[in-house]
């Protein structure tokens, strides 16, 4: 048995901006989609559809809790996790996280993305994130 390594501050923090570069194309990619059908719908008067600033923020919190949350539990990895060879599994296993356990963790990972500046200070690499979801982030890909 090959022994899990807790990931580190760089490639974590690597996986958490193509993981930010991946909500905001889904977001960019569901705008368009809307104004693609808009288009469709009547192109003689078609405009692109404005989209007030207040609901943008919602929205793309919404977009990365939920796009955590799915990864997490399904897959145990995001894509910027995935490429950075990075998996997020329960404290005291190497399984998937819990629906509820990988929300508080994605909602705490959303709203407090400094959290994960406690990874330098913590002896075992844990982010305030792994503390409060009881998780922890290791390389390496799981075997099925």
């Known amino acids: 048995m090959t022994e899990v390594r807790t990931a580190g501050i760089v490639s974590r923090t690597l996986a958490a901006f193509l993981d930010l ?26 405009d692109f559809p404005t989209v007030p600033w207040l609901f943008t923020v919602p929205g793309f919190l919404v977009g990365c809790i939920l796009y955590q949350v799915i990864a997490w539990t399904v897959f145990g990895r995001t894509l910027g996790q995935g490429l950075m060879g990075l998996q997020v599994v329960r404290r005291k296993s190497t399984a998937n996280l819990h629906v509820l356990q990988a929300f508080g963790r994605a909602v705490v990972c959303t709203l407090f993305p400094l959290g994960l500046a406690w990874v330098v200070l913590s002896p075992k690499r844990r982010s305030v994130q792994d503390i409060a979801a009881r998780s922890r982030v290791i390389y390496g890909h799981r075997r099925r």
Do not use: K, Q
């Open 21 to 46: 570069l991946t909500v905001l194309a889904m977001l960019a990619g569901t705008y368009l989609t809307v104004a693609f059908v808009a288009f469709l719908v009547d192109v003689r008067s078609f």
